[in-house]
T-cell receptor, first 112, second 112 residues
């Protein structure tokens, strides 16, 4: 089955600083990749997704992610972090069979 | 907007009880999913269903069963609840394979 690794359990950045969250996946075919965000006490919300085409994907809230097949990576970036971005972020890979696998998540703390 | 609802936000049960968690989606989605979310482990797939009366095991099906008698409803059943099933349970639905999943708010289950 497909799998996802998010190497960073917890990241702290200052407000206004740039952000990169790492995601590596394992899947034998062309991956369908997703980033979700979970704010405290909230459900998961889709930030962006990659199916095919342009490897740089734009999402909501100013986030973007870049698919790099050679590195099996799908890292999430934001040029300037806001305090409201503090949340947990999950990378996921979807299979043709319909199931999806999520990473363990990266918790983002934003310092004032 | 897609709406996925879960029958309870919080639930407290005793060891050995039979527990039913209900999930309903209102967008005529084909696929539905049950995950459990634990700190440091991310979301782990318990079961998913790609059609009425169809189900597939995920990564951690032991101790759980599911039922999908109607397209819009997907139930998770804990036949005999145990303390190690204390967790946050998330339901999701998607239009089809490798499509965006939409999540419910979650049910936080405590088994005493």
């Amino acid at each position: 089955a497909q799998s996802v690794t998010q190497p960073d359990i917890h990241i702290t950045v200052s407000e206004g600083a740039s952000l990169e969250l790492r995601c590596n996946y394992s899947y034998g075919a062309t991956p369908y990749l997703f980033w979700y965000v979970q704010s405290p006490g909230q459900g998961l919300q889709l930030l962006l997704k990659y199916f095919s085409g342009d490897t740089l994907v734009q999402g909501i809230k100013g986030f973007e992610a870049e698919f790099k097949r050679s590195q099996s990576s799908f890292n999430l970036r934001k040029p300037s972090v806001h305090w409201s971005d503090a949340a947990e972020y999950f990378c996921a890979v979807g299979a043709r069979t319909g199931d999806m696998r999520f990473g363990a998540g990266t918790r983002l703390t934003v310092k004032p | 907007d897609v709406k996925v609802t879960q029958s309870s936000r919080y639930l407290v049960k005793r060891t050995g009880e039979k527990v039913f968690l209900e999930c309903v989606q209102d967008m005529d989605h084909e696929n539905m999913f049950w995950y459990r979310q634990d700190p440091g482990l991310g979301l782990r797939l318990i079961y998913f269903s790609y059609d009425v009366k169809m189900k597939e095991k995920g990564d951690i099906p032991e101790g759980y069963s599911v039922s999908r008698e109607k397209k819009e409803r997907f139930s998770l059943i804990l036949e005999s609840a145990s303390t190690n099933q204390t967790s946050m349970y998330l339901c999701a639905s998607s239009l089809g394979n490798q499509e965006t999943q939409y999540f419910g708010p979650g049910t936080r289950l405590l088994v005493l």
